[in-house]
């Protein structure tokens, strides 16, 4: 970007830098905006940069190239995965007190809830996969590529994307799976941050006295820090840094085709280490405002990376029906969950909008529910959930593709 005949001058990673705040600044200032109670929040810097997306990638991809080569899917994947490790990490932390507490007296209801979201995805999607072929005559293997690629989108499911890629044959079907992901990605991520926000509204539910029903399910633990403990700096970025490094690790690890990925290494390593809190006298837990600021700043960015990204996608290959799969394959499973949840297993609203942004995979409903909650508890059910659902959804992805 050159104006005034050069006097200003924004080019190459300081134009990329440059939109990223720009989105940040316009994206939250969207998600302040309230109708009858109900905001977008940290999700409207996702709906600026998926708008950035669709009108000025082409613009940015020709600020970020070497040669005639762009690295701009290179530089929004890096955006994306720091905000990732620096939110889930900090999730993994500020949940792994009450964690495994928590786990351990509701740990059937949260692997019930996980793979139930999972199991009524995967049959939305094969009932979808049927009608495309019966009524629109599509190729089998190709419908049922875009429809897993679909599924993937509406869970926000990097695994299962990958896991989709990996099991069907050729590049074609390659690129049919991610442009399913791209399309459903829009919705998968605007229709769960809406939900967890609905639900309360529609319940008329009074937040204080479900803190309240929360705190009791989920009694507090007392710290096992007592404030003497040697600390490697006063802000805990050597040990978060730590545990983003091991998580990291973890995370590589593959068997055949399933892995953890950063996500569940970041959080499976965070959740540990919060949980003990100290080794000997050296504590290794950051300070919690060093957490909660990392936890939001992690969202922003996760949600600009993927949010440029999916914005290009989206335009470049939308079609409605595959856009209506995709709205039914996000919004039943949360239903039948969010129903099983609260009258069969009668898990409290909390812990229940909890489990279900777990078992979606989501990590953007995670960050509104905690701003809608008042409280960071929530977080206890999601890690809970999400391990499940994670399982869950490759080995689903998986099957059905082999399927057809």
């Known amino acids: 970007m050159v104006l005034f005949g050069g006097l200003l001058s924004i080019t190459k990673i300081s134009f990329l830098v440059f939109c990223v705040f720009l989105i940040a600044g316009l994206g939250y200032l969207l998600g302040r905006i309230t109708i009858k109670g109900v905001s977008l929040g940290t999700a409207g810097v996702f709906i600026v940069a998926l708008l950035f997306g669709a009108f ?11 040669g005639d080569a762009t690295y701009v899917v290179n530089a929004l994947k890096i955006v994306e995965n720091l905000g990732l490790i620096l939110f889930v990490t900090s999730v993994g932390f500020i949940a792994g007190p009450n964690f495994f507490g928590d786990f351990k007296r509701n740990f059937k209801s949260y692997i019930l809830i996980g793979l139930l979201i999972i199991l009524i995805g995967g049959l939305s999607c094969y009932a979808c996969t049927i009608f495309d072929i019966k009524i629109y005559g599509r190729d089998p293997k190709e419908a049922a590529a875009m429809l897993v690629g679909l599924l993937s989108g509406s869970l926000t499911s990097t695994p299962a994307f990958s896991a989709a890629k990996a099991t069907v044959v050729g590049d074609s079907l390659e690129a049919i799976v991610a442009v399913g992901h791209g399309i459903a990605y829009l919705f998968g991520v605007v229709g769960v941050v809406l939900f967890v926000q609905l639900v309360p509204k529609f319940c008329k539910a009074n937040m204080e006295e479900e803190r309240a029903k929360l705190s009791e399910a989920n009694p507090e633990v007392p710290s096992k820090l007592k404030g003497t403990e040697l600390q490697f700096d006063s802000f805990g970025f050597c040990v978060f840094a730590i545990a983003a490094i091991l998580g990291v690790i973890v995370g590589s690890f593959k068997f055949k085709n399933f892995s953890l990925t950063t996500t569940g290494g970041c959080l499976l390593v965070s959740l540990i280490l919060g949980h003990f809190a100290k080794i000997g006298n050296v504590s290794i837990t950051p300070a919690e405002s060093t957490l909660k600021v990392f936890r939001e700043l992690g969202l922003m960015l996760f949600l600009i990376g993927a949010g440029v990204a999916g914005g290009a996608e989206f335009v470049k290959y939308f079609e409605w029906v595959y856009f209506i799969y995709g709205i039914i394959m996000t919004m039943l499973p949360m239903i039948v969950g969010y129903i099983f949840a609260r009258y069969v297993l009668k898990i ?50 998986q099957v059905l593709i082999l399927m057809f």
């Open 56 to 66: 000025l990638y082409n613009p940015l991809a020709e600020q970020l190239k070497v």
């Open 348 to 397: 409290n609203l909390l812990n229940n909008l909890g489990s279900i942004c777990g078992g979606m995979t989501s990590t953007p409903a995670l960050g509104t529910l905690i701003s809608t909650a008042g409280t960071e508890k929530v977080a206890g059910a999601y890690a809970s959930t999400y391990p499940i659902a994670l399982i869950a959804v490759v080995i689903v992805s």
